[in-house]
């Protein structure tokens, strides 16, 4: 289906993939700025990190356009289609 000038093209993401989408993009941004050395130490700064969070709410804005994506997911289907796996 092909979008007018004014129209968003349609993305179907399967409901149960897109909360996954963001628990995983939330441990991605908590990983690259944090390392940690015990369980001890994660568990105190996913609590401060949480804390943080909630004082200051901002949503997760997709910055990928649908079409840069299906490309990116063709041109890995082609890669791997006939890699004899």
């Known amino acids: 289906m ?7 093209p349609p993305a179907f ?4 993939a897109s909360w996954l989408n963001l628990v995983e993009r939330w441990f991605a941004e908590l990983t690259q700025k ?7 130490a994660l568990e105190r ?3 401060a990190w949480l804390a943080d969070w909630n004082k200051h709410p901002r949503p997760f804005i997709w ?5 840069e994506i299906v490309d990116k997911v063709a041109a890995y289907w082609r890669r791997t289609s006939n890699s004899g796996h």
């Open 2 to 8: 092909a979008a007018g000038p004014s129209e968003v």
């Open 13 to 16: 993401t399967p409901i149960s």
């Open 34 to 40: 944090k390392l940690h050395r015990s369980v001890q």
């Open 45 to 47: 700064d996913v609590g």
């Open 63 to 67: 910055t990928t356009r649908v079409d």
